[in-house]
C-alpha cells in the first residue's frame, strides 16, 4: 500500500508565506515525477509545478517568479514553497506523486488535500 499525506496549509495574509509538503510512504520500488495541483470552488483542479526524477521543474505562469518546487529523495518526499500569496492562490492543494509500487504498474497518487487561503 501506498500513502500520500500532506501537511502545511492554513491561512495566510497577502504577501505572505506557506511551505506545503508532501510524503509517500509504504511499498515503493521508485518515484518518477512529482507535482502539485490546485482546486479554488468553482473551478477545474490545475497544475501548479511539476519537478522530474532528475530535478527539472516546471510551473503555471500564474505562479512563476512565487513558487518554489523542491523534493528530497530520500525522505520521498516533495516541498511546495509559496511566497507572495494573493488572494486567487487560495485552494485546495494536491500533490501527486507517479511513482511504481512495490507491486504493480507505474501510476499516478493523490495526496487527501490541503487548504490555502490567503485573505486579510
Known amino acids: 500500500q501506498v500513502q500520500l499525506v500532506e501537511s502545511g496549509g492554513g491561512l495566510v495574509q497577502p504577501g505572505g508565506s506557506l511551505r506545503l509538503s508532501c510524503a509517500a510512504s509504504g511499498s515503493i520500488f521508485s518515484i518518477n515525477a512529482m507535482g502539485w495541483y490546485r482546486q479554488a470552488p468553482g473551478k477545474q483542479r490545475e497544475l501548479v509545478a511539476f519537478?522530474?526524477?532528475?530535478?527539472?521543474?516546471n510551473y503555471a505562469d500564474s505562479v512563476k517568479a512565487r513558487f518554489t518546487i523542491s523534493r528530497d529523495n530520500a525522505k520521498n518526499t516533495v516541498y511546495l514553497q509559496m511566497n507572495s500569496l494573493k488572494p486567487e492562490d487560495t485552494a485546495v492543494y494536491y500533490c501527486?506523486?507517479?511513482?511504481?509500487?512495490?507491486?504493480?504498474?507505474?501510476?499516478?497518487?493523490w495526496g487527501q488535500g490541503t487548504q490555502v487561503t490567503v485573505s486579510s
Open positions: 519537478i522530474t526524477s532528475g530535478g527539472n521543474t
Open positions: 501527486n506523486i507517479r511513482l511504481t509500487p512495490g507491486v504493480g504498474p507505474l501510476r499516478g497518487y
